[in-house]
């Protein structure tokens, strides 16, 4: 330990040749290391998923199920097209749930508390590391476990169950059970991986603060990032039991799931989305963290109603244990469905407390538009939408038109995706100067944001009135009359993929040849901008002392605060005192 | 480390402990370690959540199945497990507290004590439980092969009893594992008063199976 201490070079440093850096990655204990590790991985995954999005895009072009005069008869027209069309169709449920897995569990799950949690909750706290480093590693390496369990089950063919694994698809379909099997463990182990940095998480945010930082002086990313640690914790055993159970349920047969013995498919759905319901909230949560955080720094103005954005972070935490049922409004009583569709609505309050928090923040501040700030806006936009039609799918009367069709599909793409996914996205810009040490090509990064903008609004609005029309979700086929918008949907697909490789070659061009990036390239007046750019193996050459809000812009000249990297708005230059930001002064 | 004055090496492990560095002082990184436990604990609770709400729900469905269930098993066995696990809880108790006490001998056999009643609750269970249960056709779902059932869904009453049981046994195991490697770094003098973190937290863990085993005793074996 001593030795390390005495280090003061930036962590991306390399320690001598090939072999040694690679070792010293797979062994770091280094949280900054293990978040950047995450985060490839998390992309790679993404990549996987978006792949199998674009195919399943594909797959839908066209309507396949139609008779000689186009009109739909039920009827086919050769034998050999009844075997196509079975296995079109085999193939088609084994995309979208390799895509629905993928990017649930593998991706939107652990995307921004892992990745940029990692990187950014130690040095925002003003700590050397996480509570416990060693255990941070090993859940590192059984994300990678986990991923290739699911990765061995797709390579043998994959699962058509769709990525919730209800009974009893989950326990029927597929002779060769070994696949499924693969795609449960690998979900269960993962869910280890999610216990482990969520405890993790709570524990350094309790113990591990900088002297001076009580709970409200904490940066609202860490608010959101210790909300979604608890739901972690406490939803993710419930998933853990459902799927060993159905592991038994599918090796031993032991009837608990299964209507033949007595069992009772339907609990396999509660207990699901006990767990599923409150991760929802795992995988939005960061990303109104990192949100709050873009805003205000992105704005130079003091976040408007701190304690209101904290407090709804935890309220949301809480709400989402109780609304679980409204996956299953038709499998249960009246009574029952009438207090879940209440208890959902309870959701949009916090929710709505946040965004019009955001929206307040931008009144009068000094708005820098660049990519960071692009993606923040085009989260408001989209996360209001997605949030918005939320509500028909909690009411039951327009919830028995729309359930199970292409409504819901776009209802959570635009809160996974236009929510959590552009969120990260805005993440990764803003932080990118602290993680690497590069600028970004701004220029590049905007135009990025916005093909990504239009494509996603091409892919999904349109499903909106695919499901308002009534096209069900999980279908490989369809009438005639939802071509047009189909096919625009999958235009849209391509737009969205050109969108980010677009970002693909803005991050490869920064770390090829980015310039060098300042400290504090934005003016953030939080602990990460203290460090380097990228920071040193320990974070602080001293343990920083707190001595001013994570947001007072009105009063604090930002740390390493230089003219000619960015103005900063005049009533702190001119007019009003100004406290000299000195955290490396040691107490 | 050669500079280290050399009177050090003649103190014991336990003493010569330095906390991690990112720890301001032991004492933070001890209560930091209790604080993981604990959460860790709570999802292990939730864990078994899962379970006692399975089996809550199909005894109220199928009352005849569980009162059956429950008459097929020996309260007598359960009751000598759960008074086996009672005494293995209280010697890591008091292996604990003879590690803050400094009677390292004292804790040693404590915890050796404690493997011995982990070891016998296993033994009990396998030979007195799951081997004739499960040789005379009491098996759980369509593995059930029990000629004398009279109400049907008692396939189902063993599932939930496999399921919570075996589960647990795991923990067992997993527990018995944790306090030998204890006992194995308290020979090489790991543990003393100042430090005994990892022995806390052993205890912790062992008294959580034990928990656990308290409700599925009774659920299982005593109420009908």
Redo the contacts between chains.
């Keep these: ?1 001593s030795g ?2 005495e280090h003061h070079g930036s962590y991306l440093e390399r320690k001598g040749g090939m072999i040694a850096t690679i070792w010293d990655w797979a062994t770091t204990v280094d949280h900054k290391k293990i978040g950047v590790m995450y985060l490839f991985a998390i992309l790679f995954m993404f990549f996987l998923g978006g792949m199998a999005a674009i195919a399943v895009r594909m797959e839908l072009w066209e309507p396949v199920r139609q008779a000689a005069d186009g009109s739909f008869t039920g009827q086919l027209f050769r034998p050999a097209d009844a075997v196509s069309m079975s296995e079109g169709n085999n193939f088609y449920n084994r995309l979208f749930t390799l895509h629905g897995a993928i990017m649930v569990f593998m991706v939107i799950v652990p995307s921004i508390p892992a990745s940029l949690g990692n990187f950014l909750l ?1 040095l925002m706290l003003g ?3 996480v ?3 060693r255990l941070n590693l090993l859940s590192w390496y059984i994300y990678v476990f986990g991923s290739i369990f699911a990765v061995c089950s797709i390579i043998l063919g994959g699962v058509d169950t769709g990525w919730t694994f209800y009974t009893p698809y989950s326990t029927t379909t597929d002779a060769d059970h070994i696949k499924v099997v693969l795609m449960v463990l690998g979900a269960f182990i993962l869910g280890f991986s999610s ?1 482990l940095t969520g ?2 998480f ?2 350094t945010v ?3 603060r900088a002297p001076g930082m009580g709970w409200f002086d904490m940066p609202l990313f860490i608010w959101a990032i210790y909300s979604s640690a608890i739901i972690q ?6 998933i ?3 799927l ?2 159905l592991v ?2 599918r090796v ?5 799931f ?1 209507p033949a ?4 498919p339907v ?1 396999y759905q509660h ?1 699901f989305w006990f767990y599923s319901h409150p991760v929802v909230y795992v995988m939005i949560l960061p990303g109104m963290g990192v949100i709050s955080d873009v805003l205000a720094v992105q704005s130079h103005k003091r976040i408007f109603g701190y304690r209101a954005i904290a407090f709804s972070s935890l309220g949301i935490a809480a709400v989402s244990f109780i609304v679980w049922g409204h996956h299953m409004f038709t499998s249960m009583s009246e009574l029952a469905s009438a207090v879940f569709s209440a208890l959902t609505f309870l959701v949009a309050i916090p929710t709505a407390v946040k965004v019009f928090n955001w929206i307040a923040t931008l009144y009068k501040g000094s708005i820098t538009i660049n990519t960071p700030m692009l993606y923040a806006l085009i989260f408001l936009f989209l996360f209001s939408i997605g949030g918005l039609t939320g509500l028909p799918l909690g009411t039951l009367s327009t919830d028995l038109h729309l359930h199970d069709s292409y409504f819901v599909v776009a209802h959570f793409h635009y809160v996974m995706m236009g929510g959590t996914i552009i969120a990260l996205m805005a993440g990764i810009h803003h932080w990118w100067p602290k993680m690497f040490g590069r600028m970004y090509n701004e220029t590049g990064g905007m135009i990025g944001a916005i093909v990504v903008f239009i494509g996603f609004n091409i892919t999904f609005l349109t499903q909106f009135l695919l499901g308002t029309q009534g096209m069900p979700r999980r279908y490989a086929s369809y009438f005639d009359e939802y071509t047009s918008l189909h096919q625009l949907s999958t235009i849209g697909s391509w737009v969205l993929l050109a969108g980010f490789l677009i970002h693909l070659f803005v991050f490869l061009a920064s770390f090829a040849s980015g310039k060098k990036a300042p400290p504090n390239p934005w003016g953030g007046l939080t602990l990460e901008w203290v460090a380097t750019s990228p920071p040193i193996e ?1 974070n602080f050459e001293h343990e920083p002392l707190v001595k001013h809000g994570p947001y007072d812009f009105d009063t604090v000249v930002p740390p390493h605060w230089d003219p000619k990297d960015y103005p900063i708005p005049e009533a702190q230059a001119g007019g009003r005192p100004a406290v000299a930001h000195s955290p490396d002064r040691n107490a | 480390m050669s500079s280290i004055p050399s009177q050090n090496a003649s103190k014991p492990l336990w003493a010569r402990y330095t906390h991690a560095s990112h720890f301001r002082t032991a004492a933070e990184e001890f209560d930091a370690c209790k604080l993981g436990f604990w959460l860790f604990l709570t999802t292990e609770v939730l864990l078994f959540g899962g379970i006692f709400c399975a089996y809550f729900i199909f005894r109220t469905l199928y009352p005849g199945a569980w009162k059956e269930g429950s008459q097929l098993l020996d309260w007598r066995f359960g009751g000598l497990n759960t008074a086996v696990l009672l005494i293995s809880s209280y010697t890591m108790a008091a292996s604990i507290y003879c590690f803050q006490k400094g009677y390292t001998r004292r804790a040693q056999w404590n915890l050796i004590i404690t493997l011995i009643c982990g070891a016998a609750f296993l033994f009990i269970k396998l030979a007195y439980e799951y081997i004739p249960k499960w040789s005379v056709g009491k098996r759980p779902g369509a593995l059930f092969d029990y000629p004398f059932a009279a109400d049907p869904h008692l396939p189902l009453w063993w599932s939930v009893y496999y399921s919570g049981t075996a589960i647990h046994a795991a923990h067992v195991i997993i527990g018995m594992v944790l306090i030998a490697r204890v006992l194995y770094r308290s020979y090489k003098g790991h543990y003393g008063p100042t430090h005994y973190t990892m022995v806390e937290i052993t205890g912790l863990y062992w008294h959580l199976v034990d928990l656990i085993w308290i409700f599925l005793f009774p659920l299982l074996y005593l109420i009908h």
């Design positions: 330990m390390h201490s130690p700590a050397k590391d509570a416990f480093p216990i405890l993790n709570i524990v309790h113990k591990l914790v406490l939803a993710t055993p419930v853990g039991i459902t060993l159970l038994f349920e031993f047969r032991i009837g608990i299964d013995l007595g069992g009772d609990l207990f320990h």
